[in-house]
């Protein structure tokens, strides 16, 4: 399945493209979750993971009427990362019997060493609260390790274009390595260790991350933190290391959640959307959680454009 969606990527002829949705492929990635006796259920109020399936044409997308050029280029974060994708899904077989279930406080700080200079610009902590696995899913463990890696300033500015999509697939092709190589060197040690779907997995990754203090989410749905702001991608390893250092655990408050009463003045998204899809206010989910942009709207345009990216430009 994943090499499907590349083969339509880079073998696609605008209109005679017969797409593979990105949907499909997450589920099929998430059917490992089947090989396990017992999950961690989501809660009876949790969303269903939104859809990425756009309402255009293949003719229309922009990913699908690629040049020559831009897919050789693609071709070399793509490839990877659809790689590492199907090999981080193929660690969820059910079988891992763990042998130790907390860590050493020297442990965390090595782990966190190795994740820096693999490229990650934040780490934290949480235990997932059931509200935020989506419907129909489950967790192989009941604690987190989230992170981001940022994403050049520059080509994120041209936005939407060629050059801000490629930046944001490179960024998907550092997290898919990054939490393999993590998720292996926990397994090592004795742990659980699940890898998160990059491109989008089985729980909220933002709101994860805000939970876990990396920052806080704004108007535009993005999470906004104290370095690249939103100029980041998110991603998690399920783990059952009981004693991770959560914001709980070491009973701290998130210090970055100024950023609401700063989004309720800012507003610089709602503004520069194109097609005004940030909603003038969020609204709550019922989740815990708060839905900000109309997704049908933002999807489409988003599908045709490149990815659009115009929430990270107002950020910057």
């Given at each position: 399945?994943?090499?499907?969606i590349l083969?339509?990527?880079?073998?696609?002829?605008?209109?005679?493209?017969?797409?593979?949705?990105?949907?499909?492929?997450?589920?099929?990635?998430?059917?490992?979750?089947?090989?396990?006796?017992?999950?961690?259920?989501?809660?009876?109020?949790?969303?269903?993971?939104?859809?990425?399936?756009?309402?255009?044409?293949?003719?229309?997308?922009?990913?699908?009427?690629?040049?020559?050029?831009?897919?050789?280029?693609?071709?070399?974060?793509?490839?990877?990362?659809?790689?590492?994708?199907?090999?981080?899904?193929?660690?969820?077989?059910?079988?891992?019997?763990?042998?130790?279930?907390?860590?050493?406080?020297?442990?965390?700080?090595?782990?966190?060493?190795?994740?820096y200079q693999?490229?990650?610009?934040?780490?934290?902590?949480?235990?997932?609260?059931?509200?935020?696995?989506?419907?129909?899913?489950?967790?192989?463990?009941?604690?987190?390790?989230?992170?981001?890696?940022?994403?050049?300033?520059?080509?994120?500015?041209?936005?939407?274009?060629?050059?801000?999509?490629?930046?944001?697939?490179?960024?998907?092709?550092?997290?898919?390595?990054?939490?393999?190589?993590?998720?292996?060197?926990?397994?090592?040690?004795?742990?659980?260790?699940?890898?998160?779907?990059?491109?989008?997995?089985?729980?909220?990754?933002?709101?994860?991350?805000?939970?876990?203090?990396?920052?806080?989410?704004?108007?535009?749905?993005?999470?906004?933190?104290?370095?690249?702001?939103?100029?980041?991608?998110?991603?998690?390893?399920?783990?059952?290391?009981?004693?991770?250092?959560?914001?709980?655990?070491?009973?701290?408050?998130?210090?970055?959640?100024?950023?609401?009463?700063?989004?309720?003045?800012?507003?610089?998204?709602?503004?520069?959307?194109?097609?005004?899809?940030?909603?003038?206010?969020?609204?709550?989910?019922?989740?815990?959680?708060?839905?900000?942009i109309e997704?049908?709207?933002?999807?489409?345009?988003?599908?045709?454009?490149?990815?659009?990216?115009?929430?990270?430009?107002?950020?910057?």
């Open positions: 399945m994943f090499g499907q083969r339509n990527v880079f073998l696609g002829r605008g209109k005679k493209q017969t797409t593979v949705s990105l949907d499909t492929v997450l589920d099929s990635a998430d059917d490992h979750l089947k090989t396990f006796d017992m999950l961690i259920q989501p809660a009876p109020q949790s969303k269903p993971r939104t859809s990425f399936n756009p309402d255009i044409p293949p003719s229309e997308m922009s990913m699908m009427n690629l040049t020559v050029r831009q897919k050789l280029k693609l071709a070399t974060k793509a490839v990877p990362l659809m790689y590492n994708m199907k090999k981080g899904s193929q660690m969820y077989d059910g079988k891992r019997r763990a042998t130790r279930h907390e860590a050493t406080a020297e442990f965390i700080a090595d782990l966190e060493q190795r994740a693999m490229g990650v610009e934040s780490i934290g902590y949480v235990k997932v609260p059931s509200y935020a696995i989506f419907q129909d899913k489950g967790l192989p463990c009941a604690y987190a390790i989230v992170f981001t890696v940022e994403m050049e300033k520059e080509p994120i500015e041209t936005a939407p274009s060629f050059e801000c999509q490629f930046e944001v697939v490179k960024g998907y092709k550092n997290m898919a390595a990054i939490s393999k190589k993590l998720a292996q060197h926990l397994r090592r040690h004795g742990y659980d260790a699940y890898p998160g779907t990059a491109l989008g997995g089985i729980t909220d990754y933002p709101h994860l991350a805000e939970l876990a203090g990396l920052g806080a989410i704004g108007y535009h749905g993005l999470l906004i933190g104290p370095g690249a702001g939103a100029r980041v991608r998110i991603n998690t390893i399920y783990t059952n290391i009981s004693n991770l250092p959560t914001l709980e655990a070491q009973e701290r408050e998130n210090e970055h959640l100024w950023v609401r009463d700063f989004c309720a003045m800012c507003r610089k998204c709602i503004r520069k959307c194109p097609v005004e899809a940030i909603y003038d206010e969020p609204r709550p989910r019922g989740d815990g959680g708060m839905q900000t997704h049908a709207t933002c999807r489409d345009y988003f599908a045709a454009n490149f990815g659009c990216g115009g929430c990270w430009r107002s950020a910057l």
